[in-house]
């Protein structure tokens, strides 16, 4: 089974930028559809990105849709977020997780793998 870890939060000034990274360490990463899952404190979690696990097929909330890009280099086993022109509203614990299939769903037990997180903070 796949482990996740994510890396590259931090604390950025609103119009900033940071790259997020979920890098893991099996060789079958190429097999697995990367979510990017966020949880803003008090609050529910929110679907971010996804990619698929090789044709490069990406969908998007629409919050983040033109400011957000998910990549990834299955040769590094490690899959990207880049966070671009940032909000305070975009604060919030960013989890990477993994299935076999596209989901739109938050539920940990929709997928096979989630991280530890990685806590994003946007001031204004």
């Known amino acids: 089974q796949v482990q996740l870890e994510e890396s590259g939060g931090g604390v950025v000034q609103a119009g900033g930028s940071l790259r997020l990274s979920c890098a893991a360490a099996e060789p079958t990463f190429d097999t697995y559809f990367i979510h990017w899952i966020r949880q803003a404190s008090g609050q529910e979690r929110e679907f971010v990105a996804a990619?698929?696990?090789?044709?490069?097929?990406?969908w998007y909330e629409d919050s983040v849709k033109g400011r957000f890009t998910i990549t990834r280099d299955n040769t590094k086993n490690i899959a990207y977020l880049q966070m671009n022109t940032l909000k305070p509203e975009d604060t919030a614990v960013y989890y990477c997780a993994a299935r076999r299939y596209f989901t739109r769903s938050t539920r940990t037990t929709d997928y096979v793998a989630w991280g530890q997180g990685t806590q994003v903070t946007v001031s204004s």
């Open positions: 990619i698929s696990s090789s044709d490069g097929a990406t």
